[in-house]
């Protein structure tokens, strides 16, 4: 619990960061939940923080990094492209998709592959403020050290792992 809480209000604090404004860059962060479609279960936790270059009205490419808490923590960085569907309204859908690669913060496992597709809706705050919903699909590979011991051997084996899982996320961009 004391480990969401620490990501909660570091979420909130970058959310009350007042950037320097820079022009067609946009800067955003997210928070959500995951339901697991495959074994092992862990149901998730993540955060991600962005940054956008507006390419036009509707596109916007930029970088990421974050926090996804399984039973181990990984932190992925990732390429990220957002395209906002229909003209400017105060509500508009968008799609969404990142990919990249995932680090575990753990000295007896090694990252591997990220991937997020999702589609949401942005809803306007202000001309430079906006809350985002998404639902999406997350992926993230690991490999760990395992070990099996009895009373007639010891052994270690490398298990890699495939975290899928049906992700909810909120959003807030400035």
């Given at each position: 619990m ?26 955003s962060t ?112 690991l ?5 099996y ?26």
């Amino acid at each position: 619990m004391k480990k969401y809480l620490i990501v909660f209000v570091a979420c909130m604090g970058f959310a009350s960061l007042h950037a320097q404004c820079i022009h067609n860059v946009v800067f955003s962060t997210d928070m959500g939940v995951g339901m697991a479609t495959n074994t092992p279960e862990y149901t998730p936790f993540t955060w991600r923080v962005m940054g956008h270059y507006r390419a036009t009205k509707h596109l916007s490419v930029g970088v990421g990094t974050g926090l996804s808490f399984y039973e181990k923590t990984l932190m992925p960085v990732f390429a990220d492209a957002k395209l906002l569907i229909g003209k400017a309204h105060k509500l508009n859908p968008y799609i969404e998709y990142a990919v990249g690669y995932s680090f575990v913060l753990n000295r007896n496992a090694n990252g591997g592959f990220y991937m997020n597709p999702a589609i949401g809706m942005r809803y306007s705050l202000s001309k430079d403020r906006a809350i985002t919903f998404s639902v999406g699909y997350e992926q993230q590979s690991l490999e760990r050290l395992k070990e099996y011991q009895n009373s007639l051997y010891m052994a270690q084996f490398a298990e890699k792992l495939d975290h899928a899982s049906i992700s909810f996320k909120v959003g807030f961009s400035y």
